[in-house]
């Protein structure tokens, strides 16, 4: 045992929606490190007899410790776009998408603004990310080797995109391939950093890119896939009339080989049940983006069929789409979607989206998203009363749940107290 933190703590083993003994807290807990992994998390009381005798415990009184926020689909260069008015998705992208993504041909720029990515997502207490970069090798490497600046477990990609694009951004089919397999070969399991398969969305791409793309996707079986599918309406009819062929907009991806383990599909709002059922059988994942969803128009995700389906669910910023880099927001918006949708998701679902189902959802459980032992100690110190009025909505709590989902509702970054990296606290 090399460090050892008591305060309350919260993680999941399971999904709390089929497994009554999904969740785990402990008020007085202590969670115990050795070196960069978890040893143990537990009850105070019970694990202390463990505690080596000149070891110093930090004491957190009234603060919640967590597993690191995972957020399954994030663009970082949208980050200076963020907020950008437009009606609806495909104006959004020709007159603020495009030309922001132009700048990181410029390395350096690339550099600044990963630089201060990850410093957001950390102060928000998301610890590992699926991250859109550009069609530029460049903003790859930027990301990964700010990532492993600061050694944080990171999933990113080239974006692929050879048609229906501004010049500036386009690739073509082979230099696409080319340039994301090199990429893999430079930083897939280069430490943390993980690399993804990165086709922006089948209306960009021709039919021979998302062939090669599947190609190399079933070249490097282990790592991963991100696209968006089924976002908006006008995409939707925009998709089908590219790839007539195609039984539907998810079906184009298929045909190609893109629906796999470790393959994340954004949005996921205007699926059928074959889709579904799909989704399920090649254990693809939903990266569900309310924040994106809600400012953009582009629909409501429908929980309960997807859930029937038992399709792997986590959720999602979106940014630049979305407007919060916060997963509390995130579980915030998810939850009146659900709502919305005649669905009722308590703050235990919620919490585990964004943890547990999160690494589920990537086929990255038992690395991440969890207090198992042997885990990668990337957790946060949450601070349930950061407002006054979250201290003073706090004296009036009935049950965990209640505690919870205020904290679901109200709380953003002022109620991450710090972060910590593989044992370590991040300090930017
Ligand atoms: N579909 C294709 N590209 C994008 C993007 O950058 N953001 C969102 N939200 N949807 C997309
Ligand atoms: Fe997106």
Known sequence: ITDAFRA???????????????????????????????????????????????????????????????????????????ASPAPGLLPWLETYTFPTERRFQDSEHAHEVADFFLDELLRNGTTTAMVYCTVHPESVDALFIQSEQRNLRMVAGKVMMDRHCPD???????????????????????????????????????????????????????????????????????????????????????????????????????LDETDRRRMAETQSAIALCPTSNLFLGSGLFHFEPAIAAKIPLSIATDIGGGTSFSMLQTMNETYKIARMGGHYLPAASMFYLATLGAARAMQLENTIGSFTPGNEADFIV????????????????NSLEEQLFVLAMLGDDRCVEATYICGKKYIS
């Open 8 to 82: 309350s703590i919260l993680y999941f083993t399971d999904d709390p929606a089929c497994n009554p003994d999904a969740m785990h807290w402990h008020s007085d807990g202590l969670l115990l490190l050795s070196g960069e992994k978890i040893a143990a998390a537990g009850d105070y009381h019970l694990l202390k007899t463990q505690l080596p005798p000149e070891l110093t415990v930090s004491h957190w009184p009234g603060k919640i410790l967590c597993p690191g926020f995972i957020d399954t689909h994030v663009h970082y260069p949208q980050t200076d776009m963020i």
């Open 168 to 270: 500036f951004l386009r690739d073509t089919a082979e230099t696409g391939a080319h340039e994301s397999e090199a990429l893999i070969r430079k930083w897939h399991g280069r430490g943390r950093q993980l690399y993804a398969i990165t086709p922006r969305f089948a209306p960009t791409s021709s039919e021979r890119q998302l062939v090669l793309t599947g190609e190399l996707a079933s070249q490097y079986p282990d790592t991963f896939i991100q696209t968006h599918v089924a976002e908006n309406k006008d995409e939707c009819h925009w998709a089908r009339s590219l790839f007539p062929k195609a039984r539907s907009y998810l079906d184009i991806y298929d045909q190609c080989g893109l629906m796999r383990p470790r393959a994340m599909y954004a949005h996921c709002i205007w």
């Open 382 to 397: 949450i601070d349930p009363q950061a407002t006054p009025l979250l201290a003073r909505r706090s004296q009036h709590l």
